[in-house]
């Protein structure tokens, strides 16, 4: 299960991938904003996050309007691998080099179409581990600082 969330300045993003995630036959929860009103991306980060962490949902999309703010936020918690992704290439390193758990987007800064190539390429990709996955733990260790 996708979990989704956003503030206000990724809103109108996160009902355009709510689309296209339902016409890919995609399960998600959508953990709000649900009406376009201002909204905190900490808040966002910290609700949808936790629903990662939980085993919830197996992983997140994370919309603001530039993508910064909430992936600098979902960075805060440990556990979290957030990556935004503004181009496809970074989206499939993201999985399969960083293991992400959370994609980040740019409402406001990443058009819906090629937001939907960044979502299946994530979506698609699995993590290689090996080398890479020393590289997490040590990511890891650095939360314990």
Not at 68 to 84: D, E, Q, V
Not at 89 to 116: D, I, Y
């Amino acid at each position: 299960m996708l979990a989704l969330g956003s503030d206000h300045g990724g809103f109108e993003l996160k009902e355009q991938i709510k689309e296209h995630l339902k016409n890919a036959g995609v399960e998600f929860k959508d953990f709000g904003i649900y009406e376009n009103k201002s909204a905190d991306y900490p808040d966002i980060a910290k609700d949808v996050c936790g629903r990662v962490l939980s085993g919830e949902c197996s992983a997140a999309v994370l919309m603001c309007g530039t993508g910064i703010g909430i992936s600098i936020a979902a960075n805060k918690i440990n556990g979290i691998r957030a990556a935004l992704c503004s181009d496809v290439f970074s989206a499939k390193m993201a999985k399969q080099h960083n293991n992400a758990n959370v994609l980040c987007l740019g409402g406001r800064v990443t058009g819906p179409e090629l937001a939907f190539m960044i979502v299946d390429t994530w979506l698609g990709e699995e993590f290689l581990g090996g080398r890479h996955g020393e590289r997490v733990d040590k990511i890891h260790m650095l939360e314990k600082h």
